[in-house]
C-alpha cells in the first residue's frame, strides 16, 4: 500500500492549506485532540458554525463529494478525506452538519423527488438548516426494524404518535428524518415508512439527556398526534427500511483521517506529572504502557490508511474498515484511564479549573462508552465481522417473517 499523496493529491492538499490559511486559525500544537467530544450548543457556538459552514459553501468547500447541481463540486471521496485532515489542523468552530451533509442530504438525493431535492438541499450546503436523525427508540436500537413509533394516514397527512432517542443534536435542528412504522400487520423490515418531519412542527417535544459526564449532546423527542404532510414522506410507502439501509451506508461511509488521536496529550501529561520525584515519562513501566498505546493506536490509523489508499486507487475498501471503531474506541477509553491513573487522586476530580490538562481526560473516560454504542455496538461489530468477513452462520431469528403485531414481547405467559 502506498500511504503518500498522489501530485493531484498533493496539490489538491495544497490548495485546500491555503484557503485555509487565509480563512482560520491554525491550532495550537498542545491543543487537545478531543474536539469530538465537545457538545457545546449554545446560541453562539450555533451561530459561528453557522457562519463557518456558509463561508466554505461560499468558496466551494462545502459538501465536495455531492454532485454539482445540488451545490457540491463532484469530488472524490480521497479529495474530502484531504480535507477533512487539512480542516483538522484549524481552530473552527465545531462540525454541526455531520449529520445532515453526510446522512440526511445523499439519501434524499438517492431517493427523493426533484421537489423535495430542490426544496431541502440548497439550504444544507449553505448552512442555513441543520438536521438530525431520529431512529433509535426506547425497544428498538441494534434492532431498528423492532420501532414501535406510528404513523397513520388522514387525507393528505399523516399522524405520528411514539418516541425517539438517542437524538442528537435535535435541541438545535430545524428539520429530521424519521423512520416510523405504517403497516404492523407485516413482517418488521417491511412496514416502515420513511419521512423528513419539521423539528419545530405541532406536538413534537425534545427532552435533553444529561449524560454522565455532564454534557446534553443526545435527546429524546416525543411525538403526539404530529401531522407530517405526505409531500414530506420519501419513496414509497412500506419502503421505509430501505430507506434507512441508504441512510446507514452513507453513515459508516463518512471516513475520515483520523487515528492516534490523544498519543501527544499523554506524552505530555507523562511529562508533567511526577512519580517518585522524576517525571513519570521517565519511569519504565509508564513509558511501556504509552509504548503500547502508540502501537495500537498506529495500527489503527494505518488500518485506516488502507481504506484511504483503496479510495484513492478508485477501489472498494475492504473488511479492514470494519476495525477501525471496534479496536480504536477501546484503545482510547483504556488510554483514558490510564492517563487518570497518571493524575492519582487529581484523576477523581473533574473541575477543568483544578484537575491536569483541564479534566480533559477525565471528560473522555466519562464520554468514550457512549462512543462504543453509537453507530453500532461492540457486539454488532463483532457480528458483522463474523458474519460479513469470516462468513460464519447468521445468528438465529425468531421473529423472520412473522407480523409485527403478532411478535411476542414481554415475559412469556404461564
Known amino acids: 500500500m502506498d500511504f503518500n499523496d498522489t501530485p493531484e493529491e498533493a496539490a489538491f492538499r495544497e490548495k ?59 469530488a472524490s471521496t480521497i479529495q474530502n478525506v484531504i480535507w477533512k485532515q487539512e480542516e483538522a489542523r484549524y481552530s473552527t468552530p465545531p462540525d454541526i452538519y455531520g449529520i445532515g451533509l453526510g446522512m440526511c442530504g445523499p439519501t434524499i438525493m438517492t431517493h427523493g423527488t426533484d421537489a423535495q431535492k430542490e426544496r431541502w438541499l440548497p439550504d444544507m450546503v449553505l448552512g442555513q438548516e441543520v438536521w438530525c436523525q431520529l431512529f433509535s427508540e426506547p425497544s428498538a436500537g441494534s434492532d431498528l426494524a423492532g420501532l414501535r413509533t406510528t404513523a397513520v394516514r388522514d387525507g393528505d397527512d399523516w399522524v405520528v404518535n411514539g418516541q425517539k432517542i438517542w437524538t442528537t443534536g435535535a435541541h438545535f435542528c430545524e428539520w429530521g428524518i424519521l423512520v416510523v412504522r405504517t403497516d404492523p400487520t407485516v413482517a418488521k423490515h417491511s412496514g416502515l415508512t420513511f419521512f423528513v418531519v419539521n423539528m419545530h412542527a405541532p406536538g413534537v417535544e425534545i427532552r435533553p439527556i444529561t449524560q454522565i459526564n455532564g454534557g446534553q449532546g443526545f435527546n429524546e423527542v416525543f411525538f403526539t398526534d404530529v401531522r407530517i404532510p405526505d409531500d414530506q414522506r420519501i419513496s414509497e410507502i412500506g419502503n421505509g427500511w430501505a430507506v434507512s439501509i441508504t441512510t446507514l451506508m452513507n453513515e459508516r461511509s463518512s471516513i475520515g483521517g483520523g487515528g492516534g488521536g490523544g498519543i501527544g496529550d499523554l506524552i505530555r501529561l507523562a511529562k508533567s506529572i511526577e512519580i517518585d520525584g522524576r517525571p513519570a515519562i521517565e519511569d519504565r513501566a509508564v513509558r511501556e504502557r504509552i509504548a503500547s498505546f502508540y502501537t495500537q493506536s498506529r495500527g489503527v490509523k494505518l488500518t485506516g490508511n488502507r481504506t484511504l489508499s483503496a479510495l484513492s486507487q478508485g477501489k472498494t475498501p475492504g473488511p479492514e474498515a470494519s476495525l477501525g471503531k471496534l479496536v480504536g474506541a477501546r484503545v482510547a477509553q483504556e488510554m483514558a484511564a490510564f492517563a487518570m491513573e497518571l493524575q492519582g487522586t487529581a484523576g477523581a476530580i473533574l473541575d477543568p479549573a483544578e484537575s491536569p490538562q483541564s479534566a480533559e481526560w477525565q471528560g473522555r473516560y466519562l464520554a468514550i462508552p457512549g462512543l462504543r454504542i453509537a453507530g453500532g455496538t461492540d457486539e454488532i461489530l463483532r457480528n458483522i465481522i463474523a458474519e460479513r468477513v469470516l462468513g460464519l452462520p447468521p445468528e438465529s431469528r425468531a421473529d423472520k417473517g412473522i407480523a409485527f403485531k403478532d411478535i411476542p414481547t414481554g415475559p412469556p405467559s404461564k
Do not use: F, V, Y
Open 16 to 74: 485546500a492549506r491555503t484557503w485555509l490559511d487565509a480563512n482560520a486559525e491554525l491550532k495550537d500544537p498542545n491543543e487537545s485532540a478531543s474536539g469530538m467530544l465537545s457538545e457545546r450548543s449554545d446560541d453562539a457556538t450555533i451561530s459561528a458554525a453557522k457562519a463557518w459552514q456558509k463561508k466554505k459553501a461560499e468558496a466551494g468547500w462545502a459538501c465536495l463529494t455531492w454532485p454539482k447541481e445540488h451545490g457540491g463540486q463532484a
